[in-house]
Nanobody, 124 residues
Framework: VQLQASGGGLVQPGSSLKLSCVAT????????VGWFRQAPGKEREGISC????????LINGSLRDRFTISADNAKNTVYLQMDNLKPEDTAAYFC??????????????????WGQGTQVTVSS
């Protein structure tokens, strides 16, 4: 079971990035998929979740204005659009799934399959 996150990089403040998370050997149908991030010395933080069953999403309220999650069922892929990036967004970004049809929360402990992460660095 593998999830592959990609799309990170080094960008300037105010820039945008779109991260992708693809499941390579299983279908995301009947799963909820979340995005998380972890900065050095900090706990892993839930960003957003989307259900492949009904498309309903959850999002961390503090990021609602700048981050958007979406999914392409045909491509078995979840995206995280990040706009107006700030230095405090610098972190490793991870996607993960939970074997439930719907998003029930953004606590990392709910999710049982994790990708390897992609680094986002926001710096001038």
């Amino acid at each position: 079971v593998q999830l592959q996150a990609s799309g990170g990089g080094l960008v300037q403040p105010g820039s945008s990035l779109k991260l992708s998370c693809v499941a390579t050997d299983f279908s995301l149908d009947r799963h909820a998929v979340g995005w998380f991030r972890q900065a050095p010395g900090k706990e892993r933080e839930g960003i957003s979740c989307i259900s492949f069953t009904d498309g309903v999403t959850l999002i961390n309220g503090s990021l609602r204005d700048r981050f958007t999650i979406s999914a392409d069922n045909a491509k078995n892929t979840v995206y995280l659009q990040m706009d107006n990036l700030k230095p405090e967004d610098t972190a490793a970004y991870f996607c993960a799934t939970e074997a439930r049809y719907f998003c029930e929360g953004l606590e990392p402990a709910r999710y049982d399959t994790w990708g390897q992460g992609t680094q986002v660095t926001v710096s001038s």
